[in-house]
C-alpha cells in the first residue's frame, strides 16, 4: 500500500471520496414526486368587495418534519482538478445531480484512510425541481483491499439547502461503499469511482 498512500496522501482530494457520498444507479423503490402534505400551505384572507382594505395572502411552510431518507449512487472525480460529480435517487428529491465540495485525507493508519469535508466547504445535491440540500461528511473510513479497490462507511450531514430544503438538518448513513482508481487525474492525483447506498432521516 505504499504506492497509494504516497498518491492520496499527497494532496486535498475535493470530492474524490466526498464523490463517494452520491450518485446512482436507478432504483424503481423511489419516487421522483413529492409527498402530498409536504407542499407549501397557502392562505387567503377574503375580504368583503366593499372593503378597502387589502386582501393578505400569504405562502408559509408548515413546521419541519423529520422523515427517513435513501438513497442509491455512483460517483465519479473532476479529472481536471479537485471535487466531483455525481447523479442518483434521494428519497425526497426525485432524481439527483451534484457537485461535491473539498475535502480532506486527515489520518492513514497502514491501508485504513480517513476522509472529511473541509470547514466552509460543502456538497450540494440538486433535487428533481431544482431545490438543493446541502451536505458534508464527518467521518469516511476507507478501507483498501487492493492497489486500486477499497470498501468504505461514510457519515453525512446534512447542513441546509434552499426551497422547501432551507434549514434541512437530518444525516445519512453508508455501510457498504465501493471505491475503485480508475486512472489519473491530469494533475496526477488518482481519478476515483464510488458507488454505495446510504439510509438515514431527513428534517425540513
Request: aromatic share 10%.
Given at each position: 500500500m505504499k504506492t497509494m498512500k504516497h498518491i492520496i496522501g499527497k494532496s486535498v482530494l475535493g470530492a474524490a471520496?466526498?464523490?463517494?457520498?452520491?450518485?446512482?444507479?436507478?432504483?424503481s423503490q423511489f419516487s421522483d414526486?413529492?409527498?402530498?402534505?409536504?407542499?407549501?400551505?397557502?392562505?387567503?384572507l377574503r375580504l368583503p368587495p366593499d372593503s378597502n382594505e387589502l386582501i393578505d395572502i400569504t405562502a408559509r411552510k408548515s413546521n419541519a418534519v423529520t422523515r427517513p431518507v435513501s438513497i442509491t449512487l455512483e460517483g465519479i472525480d473532476n479529472a481536471d482538478g479537485?471535487?466531483?460529480t455525481f447523479t442518483g435517487i434521494m428519497t425526497h428529491l426525485g432524481k439527483i445531480t451534484g457537485v461535491g465540495g473539498l475535502g480532506e485525507v486527515y489520518?492513514?493508519?497502514?491501508?485504513?484512510?480517513?476522509?472529511?469535508?473541509l470547514?466552509?466547504?460543502?456538497?450540494?445535491i440538486y433535487a428533481a425541481n431544482g431545490d438543493e440540500v446541502w451536505a458534508a461528511t464527518e467521518d469516511m473510513?476507507?478501507?483498501?483491499?487492493?492497489?486500486?479497490t477499497a470498501v468504505y462507511t461514510q457519515l453525512i450531514n446534512f447542513i441546509g439547502g434552499t426551497g422547501r430544503f432551507e434549514g434541512a438538518s437530518g444525516f445519512l448513513e453508508i455501510e457498504?461503499?465501493?471505491?475503485?482508481?480508475v486512472?489519473?487525474?491530469?494533475?496526477?492525483?488518482?481519478?476515483?469511482r464510488t458507488s454505495h447506498v446510504g439510509n438515514g432521516e431527513i428534517t425540513y
Open positions: 471520496f466526498i464523490t463517494a457520498f452520491f450518485v446512482t444507479i436507478s432504483c414526486a413529492y409527498d402530498s402534505d409536504e407542499l407549501i400551505a397557502q392562505e387567503a479537485p471535487g466531483g489520518d492513514i493508519q497502514g491501508n485504513v484512510f480517513k476522509f472529511r469535508t470547514p466552509g466547504e460543502k456538497d450540494i473510513i476507507i478501507t483498501f483491499n487492493s492497489e486500486t457498504n461503499g465501493t471505491l475503485e482508481i486512472g489519473l487525474k491530469t494533475n496526477g492525483d488518482p481519478l476515483i
